[in-house]
């Protein structure tokens, strides 16, 4: 992959303990323009507050990452814990303040080592040299199974560019406006404007779009940068350039966020539901997101039962208008029922056929006007159990 | 119990399958006063729908219901099915179709086997004179593993009267405006417009107050019936035999609220969530019901692992006004955070040892207002993945 202007590195700080690389940095050598969405809950961590106020600016230079601690629920030494990260970082670059972002994932309520961190920052600030994205995607890992990241190449102006994205999430997974924590780079010139808004558009349709558990996390946080080191004339809005940028864009998000939940905490299943015929697109989503995130209908999947009378429970209860006499319902090309009622012996046998499969997908017609929305989930396993009943220890 | 002028009984219809008692009738030799709350889920089942016409009348004498099929998903045929069970109840007691409730709770989607319901009625009728709540409280068990019963007596005007009532649960539990089934009987006479304020405010405070997994059942049905055999003077707002009644009521609703939570599919704890300092009672709510739906808050119980900061997430995308840097929490009366951050190494052993036990209480202070409220709930373990992965095999 070739990116021009971006640094990399990764190192152990032993943030939670010794033994993998923790702590790592993404620096562009030239301010980049940049913007972020962070997680709606009301209780934000220390990094998620500082990296609030930095992002005002539009632009950012570098991004210092950690997993191991959230530094959440840390009350003010967490926000001084946060600062003095930040600040260390841009002394060490030469940089303002305000030009580093501070993301971090892990335990809440536990104070960061900040001894570890200030004597590991150094040695992350030399190693930039020689680092890649893929040790970045791997340090920012928990619960995860596997590094996620996407690219895409494109051109501008007969210039080629690249769209690269890494991300991590694994539990805690139901961003209401960001996910866990992804970050997409860009060789790109963009129009920060145009920026802006093609980077939310394209987080609705994704990370805005999965869920594994429902819970949302106190440090979700999805941030762009664009340095413009491609030289390409400057993207900006109503141009073919433009169009082609949002798709790929569009693409390595989706991509991303299909990961996370293909890496749920336990999942065996990739399942992503379709709801249509709703009575706008916000009913469509919140049909399509009680569907996702219903215990009994996760449950269903896992034990590759084809449950449907589940799947519409969980509809008749998301607050979405329902026409319960032409409700619909198919996994995959299988209608399981039709007009509100179950379609017969034989969609049983077919039906189960298809939830073995280790992806598919539910449709389902809310038979009321032509809303529509899609959305992926995971099932809810023994494992997802496992993982969490004993996730500290 | 001595509870005059009510009849019980429970015969084998095997609606789902044979070899258990799973259609019963609870009959009241007057017609009774009454009034029901049932499921707020916009697809209801047909005999919901039916119960719902039925109900109108405020008074009705006798209830049929059946466990194995929950009649729900089941179109047209469906509501046949409803009326022609209320119609062979009412004819075989000389009673008016309109004195009938029909309950029925199970598998969604699948036709009632009415062939084995009608044959089965007479024999249902036929039982009256030996049967007892107890019998009943049996039938309407489906994945319940013990029957849920409470009773209380009063004395109104020198006579004494009776409050009893059944349960059952297990899962699909968060009703929003009743639960799953229950079903209240009194041989007191009570003023019909009291009796229904007094059911909606001890409704409000028991089953609208519990939550096993989040989802809300197409049959949620819960049903008073209200005799005036014990011969009292009837009971109105405003008198002490009126608070009394009220007590005694919220009495019996709130033990079989917490009986059906402590016997959730898979529970090992009982969970009381208490919220306080919240900007309104019903902000308070929320957050409660946040904590006590979350996957992960859920499954730290189930590994007795005293992780509070996934409650303060939980509290924190819960839509509830929230002071970070008031907020606090404990286990029993262990403190585990205060203001916002961790109170210290020891609350961590403390806490834990709280967390072993069967039951223990929350309490979270969001530190904004006055509002408070209590929810109650229970644990996310394997034995609730083992049970919904395989529920209908």
């Not at 940095?25 to 961590?45: H, W």
């Not at 509809?315 to 619909?328: D, F, I």
């Not at 280790?358 to 494992?383: C, I, R």
């Amino acid at each position: 992959m070739d990116i021009k202007g971006f640094q990399f590195s990764a190192v152990e700080a032993a943030v939670k303990k010794p033994g993998r690389k923790d702590l790592a940095l993404i620096f562009s050598e030239v301010p980049a323009n940049a913007c972020a969405v962070f997680t709606t809950n009301t209780v934000k961590a220390a990094p998620v507050l500082l990296s609030m106020e930095h992002i005002k600016s539009g632009s950012t230079q570098v991004l210092i990452v950690n997993s191991g601690n959230a530094n959440a629920c840390t009350g003010d030494q967490g926000m001084i814990a946060a600062h003095e990260t930040s600040r260390l970082v841009a002394e060490g670059l030469g940089l303002a303040d305000d030009a580093v972002q501070v993301s971090s994932t892990g335990v809440i309520g536990v104070q960061m080592p900040m001894d570890r961190i200030r004597a590991a920052i150094p040695a992350a600030i030399d190693g930039l040299a020689s680092g890649t994205l893929d040790d970045v995607a791997s340090a920012i890992m928990t619960t995860d199974t596997f590094p996620k990241m996407e690219a895409r190449s494109g051109v501008a102006g007969g210039t080629n560019y690249t769209v690269a994205g890494i991300a991590k999430g694994a539990g805690m997974i139901m961003p209401n406006m960001a996910t866990m924590l992804s970050f997409i780079i860009s060789d790109a010139a963009i129009e920060p404007a145009f920026l802006q808004q093609a980077f939310r558009r394209a987080v609705d349709t994704s990370f805005n779009a999965i869920t594994v558990d429902g819970d949302m996390s106190t440090n979700d946080t999805c941030l762009i940068m664009a340095n413009g080191m491609a030289g390409n004339p400057v993207i900006s809005a109503g141009s073919p350039a433009a169009a082609n940028f949002e798709q790929l864009l569009g693409e390595v998000l989706l991509s991303l966020a299909k990961q996370i939940v293909k890496d749920g905490e336990g999942a065996t299943k990739f399942v992503e539901i379709r709801v249509t015929g709703a009575a706008s697109g916000v009913e469509a989503k919140q049909a399509a997101m009680a569907i996702a995130n219903s215990s009994l209908v996760k449950t269903a999947f896992f034990g590759q039962d084809a449950n449907w009378g589940r799947i519409f429970a969980a509809v008749g209860y998301s607050g979405a208008t329902v026409n319960q006499a032409r409700l619909s319902l198919s996994f995959d090309n299988v209608v399981m029922a039709r007009n509100g009622i179950f379609a017969g012996d034989n969609a049983e046998a077919r039906g189960t056929e298809i939830l073995k499969q280790k992806e598919f997908t539910v449709s389902v017609d809310l038979g009321v006007g032509n809303g529509a929305a899609t959305v992926y989930t995971s099932d809810l396993t023994h494992e997802y159990v496992s993982i969490n009943a004993d996730y500290r220890s």
